[in-house]
């Protein structure tokens, strides 16, 4: 039998009102809502945290691929954006800006990233979300 992988454990305190503090390993961050939906604007909000996660992986994944494959890449950056869809997103754009050269064959580079980027996999895959209450 295969072995269970699984991340380390994510905490989100709720601190009041649309603001809540997440942690995981040694890391803290803030989230909250903006004042247009009730927040106070302290930290990103939830969804902004998912396209976060998702750009940096990606990011992460072409310069990954890219070392891999001996391409040079020079400076770049992913850019993430969703279309709200009532309480979900439905779709995400991601967008790549190269600062230097166009490297040959970007094309298969972005290909061979997104197989490797964990975000954007979980996401393709739609995983099951189940909430439980602990004793």
Same mark, same amino acid.
């Given at each position: 039998?295969?072995?269970? /992988? /699984?991340?380390?454990?994510?905490?989100? /305190?709720? @601190?009041?009102?649309?603001?809540?503090?997440?942690?995981? /390993?040694?890391?803290?961050?803030?989230?909250?809502?903006?004042?247009?939906?009730?927040? %106070?604007?302290?930290?990103?909000?939830? %969804?902004?945290?998912? @396209?976060?996660? @998702?750009?940096?992986?990606? +990011?992460? +994944?072409? +310069?990954?691929? &890219?070392?891999?494959?001996?391409?040079?890449?020079?400076?770049?950056?992913? %850019?993430?954006?969703? %279309?709200?869809?009532?309480?979900?997103?439905?779709? =995400?754009?991601?967008?790549?800006?190269?600062?230097?050269?166009?490297? &040959?064959?970007?094309? &298969?580079?972005?290909?061979?990233?997104?197989?490797?980027?964990?975000?954007?996999?979980?996401? +393709?895959?739609?995983?099951? =979300?189940?909430?439980?209450?602990?004793?």
């Amino acid at each position: 039998m295969a072995e269970v /992988r /699984r991340t380390a454990p994510v905490e989100a /305190r709720w @601190l009041g009102g649309y603001r809540a503090a997440v942690t995981t /390993r040694q890391f803290t961050v803030q989230v909250d809502e903006p004042p247009s939906a009730g927040g %106070t604007d302290a930290g990103p909000m939830p %969804t902004e945290y998912l @396209l976060i996660s @998702l750009s940096s992986c990606f +990011a992460l +994944a072409i +310069a990954h691929v &890219a070392r891999r494959e001996g391409v040079e890449v020079g400076p770049f950056s992913v %850019t993430a954006q969703g %279309t709200y869809d009532g309480p979900c997103l439905s779709d =995400v754009a991601l967008s790549i800006r190269l600062e230097g050269p166009l490297p &040959a064959d970007m094309d &298969a580079l972005l290909t061979k990233a997104r197989r490797v980027c964990y975000v954007s996999n979980t996401l +393709a895959r739609q995983p099951s =979300v189940t909430a439980h209450l602990i004793d």
